[in-house]
C-alpha cells in the first residue's frame, strides 16, 4: 500500500504553521494585556517574566514584547502569502504562454481601441491632430475588417522573448538589492510593498512553469486534442497550463519562505512598512538602542527561523 503521511517533521511543521497562521487571524481578538501601539514608559526594556503584564518583557520603547509578536505574525501571514499566491498567479501565466506559445504567437489587436485612445489623446495631450490622425487610422481600420475580424486582426507576438528577456532583466540585479532601492527612495505602503514584492519575485515561478510547458506540449494528449479539432487557446488553458503547474506545488512554500526574510531583512533596515505596523524584524532592530535587552531579538530570530525551516520542510516529499 502507498504511503500517503506525511513525515513527522513535516507534521512539526504543518502544526507550527497552523499556530501561526491562527495566530495572525486572531491577533485582533486575543486577550492580549496591551495593543502593539500603547508605551509602557515606566517599564521600558523590561526583561521576561519579572512581572504579571509583560510575560516576555518590552522593548526599549515601552511596547510589550508579545504583543509586538503576535501583531508581527499578523503582518507576515498578511503580506508574505498573497504576495507569493500573485507572484505564482502572474509567473504561472506569463511562463504558460512562453512556453506554449514561443515566439510564433497571434494576438487579436482591436482596432476600435486605437480609434478610442486617439480621440482621448486629442482631447487630453499636446498635438491634437495627431490624435485625431490616430483616430482615423484606428476606425478606418475597423472598418476595413473583414465581417468575421470586424475590429479585430491577429498580429505576431514574440511572448517568449518578452516574458524571458523581462524575467532575465528582474535577475540581473540582487532582489535585495532592487527591493531595497525602491522601497527606501518611495516609501512603500503595505499595498505597495506587496505589488513590489510580486513584481520582483515572478520571474522564478515563470521559468519553472516554462521549461514544464516545454515537455508538457510535446507530450502525446496535446497532439491527440489538436488532432481531435479543440483550439489552440482552450488546449493551453484547459489541458496544458494544470500540468504546467505542477512545480509550484513545491516551490510555492518556499516562496513564502524567501519573502519573509525579506520582508524581515526590510523591517530591520527600518524601510518598506510604515512604523506603526508590527514586524519581526522591527521588533529585532531594538537590540541596535538596548543591546542589553536580548529578549527583542532572540524571541523574534527563533519564531523567524522556525517559520523559515517549517515552510522549507513542506517542499520536501516525505
Known sequence: MTRTLTSWPQKLAIAWLTLVGLTALLANVLPLPYQPGVLDLIHTSEP??????????????????LTLLVFGARTAVL???PAALLSAMVGGVLGGAAGFCGNRARVAFPYWLLAIGGVWWALQLPMPWLGMAVAVLGAGL?????????ALAAWPVPVNSLVMGAATTLDTIPRLVLVVA??????????GLLALF???????????VRAQMLRVRA?????AARAAGVSENRIWLQHAL??????????FPLSVAGLLGLESTLSF???????????????MATVRDAPDAWWGFVFPAIILILTILSLTSLSKKP
Request: aromatic letters at 6%.
Open 48 to 65: 521576561p517574566f519579572a512581572s504579571d503584564s509583560h510575560w516576555l518583557g518590552t522593548d526599549p520603547q515601552g511596547r510589550d514584547v
Open 219 to 223: 507530450l502525446p494528449f496535446i497532439e
Open 142 to 150: 475597423a472598418a476595413g475588417a473583414s465581417l468575421r475580424q470586424r
Open 198 to 208: 510580486t513584481l520582483t519575485t515572478w520571474p522564478h515561478a515563470a521559468r519553472l
Open 269 to 283: 533596515l527600518g524601510i518598506g512598512l510604515p512604523p506603526n505596523v508590527a514586524s519581526w524584524g522591527r521588533l
Open 242 to 251: 494544470p500540468h504546467a503547474l505542477q512545480p509550484l506545488r513545491v516551490a
Open 182 to 191: 525602491i522601497a527606501a527612495g518611495s516609501g512603500l505602503s503595505a499595498s
Open 79 to 81: 503580506l508574505t502569502l
